[in-house]
């Protein structure tokens, strides 16, 4: 794994908007960011990251078995009881899920260690699935990176054929309803970038904003033209859908959400001290605790996430020196975990700036699928953090 120096394909710019990649660059600071890349071996990608995605995402999928059924491991991961029955019959029912991301701490040494688990509401992913592979094939062509280079990245293929599969087999009703908030540039662009991966899979879709979700007297859910909302892809919290104006209506309503009510399981940060107590010392995962737990095995160094949060928000790192580093945001006075402080790899940049890359690697379906980098200038990766593609270019 190294962090290599490239010029910038002259008009990226150009192509981004045209394509509808609007949030490249944000507050004037570039998200997209391909003044580097990383390179990688086949046998890091596939022994190193490819296979304990699979591992681990196979290990998560066991532990939403064992929680549905719980109703103390409900309680421990602060889930409203409210929610309980609807969430486990989303499980027994085999309501299927698309998607999910788990973000990674590898340094192309040692093994890939999981941050955390990112599977209701992962963002990053028309860059990591569409334009970075756009960049591959032009920087080949543009003889930048040697005849051969490939990438770890078969998210779009999974995506239409997820879709595909999941309309043959009727899984989900038509049109699907793809719904973001109506500000948010970067959910926008996912969420029309997966309606788009739909419709190549020849499901129909509709558009609309979570703002502009009704409700029928009869209890649907309906859109601005009040047809009733059958499948409805969310690019919006479960938790907050739990205590929001519906939420007492969901299990009613008979919508099919996508990602599923399940999916409240893994989105919590509590699935990694659950994690921890069912695969103590696997080599991929990280010490964590619940926050009323002992901590004296983490005197090393720590850091401390609440159950529900996002993008790097509220994070407070603190290291075995003491020295301690955080991140504002909006999800403080929650319940929190501890896990072992694993700091992310540092790669300098030719000028000498330092570089922390954190892979977010993509599940789709139940297939590892492949991954992005985020990177930031300091340990706590979050909203703004840039996206730089990657490359394998050997063995």
Request: aromatic share 10%.
């Amino acid at each position: 794994m190294k962090r290599i120096a490239a010029n910038e394909r002259p008009d990226w710019r150009d192509q981004a908007q045209s394509l509808g990649f609007h949030f490249h660059t944000i507050d004037g600071a570039p998200y997209w960011d391909e003044r580097a890349y990383y390179a990688f071996g086949l046998r890091q990608i596939e022994d190193d990251i490819e296979q304990p995605t699979q591992e681990l995402h196979d290990m998560s999928m066991a532990l939403v078995d064992e929680v549905v059924g719980s109703e103390e491991l409900l309680t421990r991961l602060a889930i409203p009881a409210t929610h309980w029955d609807w969430i486990a019959d989303s499980w027994r029912r085999g309501e299927p899920h698309l998607y999910g991301r788990m973000d990674l701490a590898y340094d192309g040494v040692g093994p890939a260690k999981l941050y955390e688990l990112n599977y209701d509401t992962p963002t990053s992913l028309y860059e990591a699935a569409y334009f970075q592979w756009l960049w591959l094939e032009q920087n080949i062509q543009r003889g930048v990176l040697p005849q051969g280079s490939d990438q770890y990245n078969r998210i779009q293929e999974l995506l239409i054929e997820t879709f595909g599969a999941l309309a043959l087999d009727k899984r989900i009703a038509t049109p699907v309803h793809f719904a973001a908030v109506e500000d948010s540039v970067e959910d926008q662009g996912t969420v029309r970038y997966l309606r788009d991966c739909a419709e190549q899979a020849g499901v129909n879709t509709l558009e609309l904003s979570i703002e502009g979700i009704g409700m029928s007297a009869e209890g649907w859910f309906t859109d601005g033209e009040d047809r009733v909302i059958r499948t409805l892809f969310k690019l919006y919290p479960l938790e907050w859908m739990f205590v929001e104006e519906y939420g007492a209506k969901l299990a009613a309503s008979q919508v099919q959400l996508i990602e599923p009510a399940w999916k409240a399981i893994l989105s919590n940060k509590g699935v990694l001290p659950l994690l921890w107590e069912r695969h103590r010392g696997h080599r991929n995962l990280l010490e964590a605790y619940f926050d009323e737990q002992t901590l004296a095995e983490l005197s090393a160094g720590w850091v401390r996430k609440p159950l529900f949060s996002r993008e790097g928000a509220n994070i407070e790192l603190v290291d075995a020196d003491g020295q301690r580093l955080s991140s504002d945001g909006p999800y403080a006075g929650g319940p929190t975990i501890r896990q072992a402080l694993h700091p992310l790899p540092r790669f300098d940049g030719a000028d000498g700036a330092a570089n922390y890359p954190l892979i977010g690697s993509w599940v789709v379906a139940d297939n590892a699928a492949g991954m992005g980098i985020r990177e930031d200038a300091g340990l706590i990766t979050q909203d703004t953090s840039r996206f730089v593609p990657h490359a394998i270019v050997g063995d």
